[in-house]
């Protein structure tokens, strides 16, 4: 079989030297990959390493190799176009429809889907133009996705660094699956929780559970590559952000629900698959709690957590705002995921029989969506990306956009 063939579009900034990493997880991958920079890219790597890289020649110039059309060829011929990292003047360029290189010229004639992966200073990010430009790409069916928070150029810290080059081949994957199909979930705002949350009991302990949040990222990878701005609540995961999508990282379950209560302020689905902790340790001990000679071990009080899946379905923070729960059950799976659907009142609930040895920490997922209106969607055993899939078709045939 004929390989993907992918464009790799690099512009002209210092994250130059990341599209290296992830020129090497897409060739390694199978893909046959050209690579395309601008001229200003070629003084960050030159134009021998990107060829030694991907074994296809390398130009900036439509005026090379004139008899093969290459300004037309390259973006007719590919199956993805990935711009990493995309500064803030090809992005501009992009967005106006200028054609003065071979890059912008690929990104015209380009009928596939296309990827940009911002990399800028915050002020140049954040700036009306640049917001404005993104938009326009966005609208246009392009996968924008959001930069990372870091350390930039020099001293300089904030929004606008490169994501990981392995996230940003995340998202390219999961683009490429998806073959010609539009991001549908484009123009919206989606927030997902992932993790489980921890309740301190002392300095050293607390009270948790073994969920890996490996489902609550597939969640937010797959909404990113399908066109959504992501807002993904982590609780003690500790993988690393995935490319496109802003994250706030949290511990227990009060902290959780401060921050999904003022992210879905602004969304358009919010979908909780954090396991929250129901509940937690009545009293702190600021020492740590030591075992003594003849002494019983102390008991611990508990008290109920905020049930954060009941306040933000009953209190809907937009019209239209769909909100998805999970249901970890170890008995009678459907019919206590039937009753807490009732008891919760979201639209959907994905329901999944979980232990020690299923589910959690797993690359793998099996469950049952059950919807308000009485639909079930048996989900079958596959990788939690399959899974995640189905319920953004699932949210995005509910979401009510004539109402945001």
Known sequence: MDKPKVVLGVSGGIAAYKACELLRRLTESGHDVRVVPTASALNFVGAATWSALSGNPVSTEVWNDVHEVPHVRIGQHADLVVVAPATADTLARAAHGLADDLLTNTLLTARCPVVFAPAMHTEMWEHPATRENVATLRRRGAVVVEPAVGRLTGVDTGKGRLPDPGEIFEVCRRVLARGTAAPDLGGLHVVVSAGGTREPLDPVRFLGNRSSGKQGYALARTAAARGARVTLVEANTGLPDPAGVDV????????????????????????????????????????????????????????????????????????????????????????????????????????????????????????????????ETPVPHGPKEALADIVWDLVEARVDRAGR
């Open 248 to 375: 706030v990282h949290v511990g227990t379950a009060v902290q959780l629900r401060e921050a999904v209560l003022k992210a879905a302020a602004e969304a358009d689905a919010v979908v909780m698959a954090a396991a929250v902790a129901d509940f937690r340790p009545a009293e702190y001990a600021t020492g740590k709690i030591k075992k003594k000679d003849g002494v019983e071990a102390p008991a611990v009080t508990l008290v109920r957590n905020p049930d954060i899946l009941a306040e933000i379905s009953a209190d809907r923070a937009r019209t239209g705002q769909v909100v998805v729960g999970f249901a970890a059950e170890t008995d009678d799976v459907l019919a206590n995921g039937r009753d807490k659907l009732r008891r919760k009142g979201c639209d959907l609930l994905v329901v999944n029989e979980v232990g020690e040895r299923r589910t959690f920490g797993s690359e793998e997922n099996e469950a049952v969506v059950l919807a308000a209106d009485g639909a």
